[in-house]
Structure formats: C-alpha cells, structure tokens
C-alpha cells in the first residue's frame, strides 16, 4: 500500500508529459526489488541480515517527511486554507494548470465535517455508508 501512495505522490508531483515515464520507472524498481529478494536472502542465508539488508534502504525515505506536503483535503478541513492554497498552486504549476484567484474562497467546508476530522477516529467508518463501502472494499483487496 504503501508503494501505491508513493506512486500516486510521485504522478502528482510531475507535468502531466511525464506522468507514464515516472509510473513505469517506480514499478520498475519495486518489482525489481521483489527479484532480488530471493538473491539477498541466499546471499545472507540469515532471515535476520535479509531483513537489515532490504529495510535499510527505506531509512532514507524518513528525510523525505521534511520536503512532503501535506495533503490540501486535510488542509481545507482543518481549516488551514493558506497552506492548501499554496501547495494547490505548485501542485497546479509542476502541471502546467491554471488556477483562478480565490479558488479557495469557493470552497465551503461544513461544521459536520471539521468536526468529525478534528475528532476522527477508525469508528466513524462505521456512521457513513459511502465510507463503510470503501473501507470494505479495501480490506478485502489488501
């Protein structure tokens, strides 16, 4: 789950040109990661070193927390408008969109919502059929 996000991340960040290459370059790796897992594991002959060797690389995915941004839907519903804006706009820029001022503005966040992300928990799945259906739909996938 965790390579899909960073693909969908990875897409998102690139004009649109380049969206295939950047796709098929990500799998590229992941899939042959998967290939040489077999190798490392008999090269190590250790579950222990296997494990150190193929998670290791991923310590230096942690420094990449500092230059992500943060998603704008939370934002919005936390009410931090600006800083939406702002990453909309790069976002918007890197694919060559035009975005009209005040955009934003436009947006209205309800009470209900605000409140039940300030507040959120994995229970409140339950109180939304649209989101029961999705929660379902991706615990049977994954």
């Not at 789950?1 to 590229?28: D, F, G, K, Y």
């Not at 969109?97 to 966040?109: C, M, R, W």
Request: one cysteine or more; a positive charge; hydrophobic letters at 50%.
């Amino acid at each position: 789950m965790t390579a899909v996000c960073c693909a969908v991340v990875a897409v998102e960040m690139v004009p649109p040109e380049m969206h295939s290459m950047v796709s098929s370059v990500i799998w590229l790796f992941y899939s042959t990661g998967y290939m040489l897992l077999p190798l490392i594991a008999w090269a190590t002959r250790d579950w222990r070193l296997t494990a150190l060797y193929t998670s290791a690389p991923m310590a230096i995915l942690f420094i990449y927390f500092w230059f992500m941004p943060e998603s704008p839907r939370w934002l919005i519903t936390h009410g931090q408008k600006p800083k939406a804006d702002k990453i909309i706009r790069k976002i918007a820029k890197v694919n060559k969109i035009e975005i009209a001022d005040g955009l934003l503005s436009k947006v209205n966040v309800s009470e209900k919502v605000v409140e039940m992300h300030q507040s959120g928990n994995v229970f409140q799945l339950l109180h939304s059929p649209y989101l029961l259906k999705k929660f379902l739909a991706v615990l049977i996938v994954w």
